[in-house]
């Protein structure tokens, strides 16, 4: 698979900062390292949901496109002002408000989500689950957006 994340580090990722696992929330992005791995033993994802059934479910940024992300972040801002016309226009708040004020995290992605991840990434899963016990020096990534 094609790795887009060295564009992000230089065009994006402005920093790191080290967390622990009961922090992670919805719709951050975090850096982590994950020896259970065959391929990407140090993947960046974009949490969808911290902690169902002892796993993280997420999606790796690590083979988006700078444009491809920021698509899957106006499909999540513009689902997001459906439901909730209040919601700031923020990746993360976005994904956090469908996540819990409408739904549960796996009925967003089963009904919302999903669908547009099948179109917009036919040719690659970005889709993960990581088991929590193997996951290791977690790191939440400070992304810009507009830089």
């Known amino acids: 698979m094609i790795s887009y994340i060295n564009e992000h580090k230089t065009r994006r990722i402005v920093g790191y900062k080290q ?13 982590f390292k994950y020896n259970k791995a065959q391929n990407n033993k140090n993947p960046h994802v974009l949490v ?16 988006m496109t700078l444009l491809d992300l920021n698509k899957l972040r106006d499909f999540i801002i513009s689902e997001a002002e459906e439901v909730d016309t ?5 990746l993360d708040l ?5 996540s819990t004020t409408s739904q549960t995290p796996s009925v967003f ?3 919302r989500l999903k669908s547009y ?4 990434f036919s040719k690659v899963s970005v889709y993960r689950t990581y088991d929590i ?14 830089r």
């Open 133 to 146: 016990s193997g996951m290791g020096n977690i790191k939440l990534v400070r992304y810009d957006f507009n």
């Open 19 to 31: 967390i622990n696992l009961i922090e992670i929330k919805i719709g951050n992005i975090i850096h």
């Open 48 to 63: 969808l949901n911290p902690r169902w059934k002892e796993k993280l479910h997420g999606l790796v940024i690590d083979y």
């Open 117 to 120: 991840l099948k179109n917009y």
């Open 109 to 111: 992605y089963e009904v």
């Open 86 to 90: 209040d919601t700031p226009d923020s």
């Open 94 to 98: 976005s994904l956090q408000a469908l």
